[in-house]
């Protein structure tokens, strides 16, 4: 008799007889239940793939896998660790997690406070989810995870070019939440589609370009400005990462990326990129905050600048998350300016340091770079280079998104940035434990006994 881990033998053609539609599925879902490998192997490429695809979906997939977690760690399939190697990056996120807190019990309007915490809930759980994929020495999370953005930035921007071109919608949300953390998550998804790229087969290194273009294209469907001031990021770090590749093919590199250049500024032409970078250049530069021409970047100054100014005042702790926009449209208000009610300050480390004040904003920092030292933690093995710009992308992009808006109190970016660090978390453990060979699970439904 064979375990559900196991494949069944070349040689039985009827392992499945017998057993009906309903029978197999059934077997097929216990097997899936009782094998932590084998929903670890479904669970990273899916997750990698959905943020871009299905918004929110995302989350609740996300703490799906908690749940799951928790009822396998019942029965006993799994035990609780807490590995040296991953100490550091799970109490980072823990420490975050834990100056959310401060908000709703020291501060006013509570209810508001604690609906913020439920934001960073995330962080609480992901050292579960980090303890059981240290558990699953079959799969290679690394791997399958950039395999899923490759997938999931192709497909967004099809998503996002229909919404565009054929539903006549101004920017793309490609099913999330607002443009705004689509545009992002596709500028991310593009760079770290391109990691690894050197130890690709000939077919996946198309893959990983088109998967390029696509999303740096889809974040141009969104006129994100985040995420167009992250551009030069990635292709910095895209450029000095695939060199040695480029290296050997110098010509043939030289004439892609001319090819890759050329369509993506036709292409952002087409979309009226540069018009929008026009507008808010205007609008900086105005001295009488223009409103008519680009209202949300003037908003945004306002919020900057009384933002600074209420920090000042209150350094330590600030006013509670939950009191940060109250407490600068009342400040803009006494001079003048009227601001919409927005839920936050347009610039994460400004709504941070209002909030929270220095101690939340040393947190988010620490946040923020926890993935560059988690990186040069592990060994010079043959993919550090990759996961330095894993973590180079990873870190720099989402400091760059952070300028222009929130990073951690929406459920869709923190979900792209709390599934990259556990990837990237898990990746440099299997390094220092020198797990370097790996073997995908069987899938299938598992033979009849």
């Given at each position: 008799m064979m375990s559900s881990r196991g494949a069944p033998e070349r040689g039985d053609a009827n392992w499945r007889a017998g057993?009906?539609?309903?029978?197999?599925?059934?077997a097929w879902l216990w097997a899936t239940i009782d094998d932590p490998n084998r929903i670890a192997w479904l669970y990273i490429p899916v997750l990698a793939f959905l943020p871009l695809t299905f918004g929110s979906v995302a989350t609740f997939f996300y703490f799906g896998a908690c749940i799951y977690?928790?009822?396998?760690?019942?029965?006993?399939?799994?035990?609780w660790v807490w590995p040296p190697t991953t100490a550091f990056g799970c109490l980072v996120t823990l420490g975050y997690f834990a100056v959310t807190a401060i908000s709703p019990l020291a501060f006013p309007n509570k209810a508001a406070g604690w609906l913020d915490v439920g934001t960073a809930m995330h962080y609480l759980t992901l050292t579960m989810?980090?303890?059981?994929?240290?558990?699953t020495p079959k799969v290679d999370v690394f791997a399958l995870f950039l395999n899923g953005v490759r997938a999931a930035a192709i497909l967004s921007f099809g998503h996002a070019l229909l919404q565009v071109q054929v539903l006549g919608h101004p920017r793309a949300t490609a099913g999330m939440a607002n443009a705004i953390?689509?545009?992002?998550?596709?500028?991310?998804?593009?760079?770290?589609?391109?990691?690894g790229f050197a130890r690709l087969s000939g077919p996946m290194r198309i893959f990983a370009v088109m998967a390029l273009v696509c999303g740096i294209g889809g974040s141009f469907?969104?006129?994100?400005?985040?995420?167009?001031l992250a551009l030069p990021l990635v292709v910095l770090v895209v450029a000095v990462h695939i060199w040695p590749a480029v290296r050997m093919r110098r010509w043939q590199a030289a004439m892609t990326a001319a090819l890759i250049a050329g369509a993506l500024?036709?292409?952002?032409?087409?979309?009226?990129?540069?018009?929008?970078v026009d507008e808010v250049r205007q609008a900086l530069q105005s001295e009488t905050m223009d409103l008519e021409r680009d209202p949300s970047t003037a908003h945004r100054v306002l919020l900057w600048t009384y933002g600074l100014e209420a920090f000042v005042d209150r350094p330590v702790f600030g006013y509670g998350s939950q009191n940060a926009v109250a407490e600068v449209r009342?400040?803009?208000?006494?001079?003048?300016?009227?601001i919409p009610p927005y839920r936050h300050l347009h610039n994460e480390f400004i709504s941070v340091a209002v909030g929270r004040g220095v101690v939340g904003l040393l947190v988010l920092v620490l946040l923020l770079a926890a993935p560059l030292v988690i990186v040069a933690q592990a060994p010079p093995d043959d993919r550090q280079r990759d996961r330095w710009a894993f973590a180079v992308l990873l870190s720099g992009?989402?400091?760059?998104?952070?300028?222009?808006?929130?990073?951690?109190?929406?459920?869709?970016?923190?979900?792209?940035?709390?599934?990259?660090?556990?990837?990237?978390?898990?990746a440099a453990h299997q390094a220092r434990v020198g797990l370097t060979a790996f073997s995908r699970p069987f899938l299938g439904v598992p033979p009849r006994p």
């Open positions: 057993r009906g539609f309903l029978g197999a599925l059934w977690v928790g009822l396998i760690f019942l029965g006993r399939r799994i035990a989810l980090v303890g059981t994929l240290v558990q953390p689509f545009g992002d998550t596709a500028m991310l998804a593009a760079g770290l589609a391109m990691v469907l969104s006129q994100t400005r985040g995420a167009l500024a036709i292409f952002a032409v087409a979309m009226k990129v540069p018009e929008r009342r400040r803009a208000a006494a001079e003048g300016f009227e992009s989402y400091g760059i998104f952070g300028l222009t808006n929130l990073l951690f109190s929406h459920d869709q970016t923190n979900t792209v940035y709390a599934t990259a660090y556990l990837v990237l978390l898990v």
